[in-house]
């Protein structure tokens, strides 16, 4: 299957490359600049649905993902470990994965494919997905993903609050289950 570049993508994205036994992404993907979910993804801090953003720059010429650059705008690599600690430092498995993540949060210049692939790498270790990772040519991509399929609620910290907030990163299911997403997506991919 073909993935779109995704930085901590929803459920639906890692439920439907967990039972793969070939995965490949389309780092070559064009820009395209409403295509906020290449960098985008979306968390539950204590008001609700928060979206958090990495910042890019397009050099001149540009065209593909692989070409956009993160910038430095904003301090991102400071803000995002803030609000993922005041979002989940009460989950359970907050302290056992952020120190996975935090060398993804940095101020080194890197392009953003490739910002989305370590986190991806990291993601997958996290959640025991072990397929194996294939280069496709550029333009060749027909994706696959569970895109707004809704899915079974499972516990997180703030339901009790706000309710079962649906469609959020991946990161949710980690932070809220722990070494019990893999559970969860595997009862996602019974009889699929």
Same mark, same amino acid.
């Given at each position: ?9 929803? +459920?639906?994205?890692?439920?439907? !490359?967990?039972?793969? =036994? ?6 070559? $993907?064009?820009? /395209? ?10 968390? $539950? ?34 803000? !995002? ?12 498995? #907050?302290? #056992? ?29 996290? @959640?025991?997905? =072990?397929?194996? +990772? ?35 990163? +991946?990161?949710? @299911?980690? #932070? ?6 893999? @559970?969860?997506? $595997? =009862?996602? /991919?019974?009889?699929?």
């Amino acid at each position: 299957m073909i993935f779109p570049l995704r930085l901590f993508p929803g +459920i639906g994205y890692y439920a439907a !490359m967990y039972g793969c =036994r070939e995965v490949s992404f389309d780092t070559y $993907a064009r820009y /395209n600049k409403a295509d906020k979910d290449t960098h985008r993804f979306a968390i $539950a801090d204590t008001r609700g649905l928060l979206r958090l953003t990495v910042p890019v720059s397009r050099p001149s010429g540009a065209r593909t993902w692989h070409e956009i650059n993160v910038s430095d705008h904003g301090r991102w690599w400071e803000t !995002m470990p803030i609000a993922l600690e005041s979002a989940y430092g009460r989950t359970p498995y #907050f302290e #056992f994965y952020i120190d996975r993540l935090m060398p993804l949060f940095s101020p080194e210049p890197i392009a953003v494919s490739e910002l989305c692939l370590h986190a991806d790498k990291e993601v997958r270790r996290i @959640l025991d997905i =072990r397929a194996l +990772i294939t280069d496709i040519p550029p333009g060749d991509a027909v994706y696959y993903e569970r895109a707004g399929q809704e899915f079974q609620p499972y516990w997180q910290v703030r339901a009790h609050e706000l309710g079962f907030i649906g469609g959020l990163s +991946i990161l949710d @299911l980690i #932070f809220n289950l722990g070494p019990e997403a893999q @559970l969860y997506l $595997a =009862r996602l /991919n019974e009889g699929k």
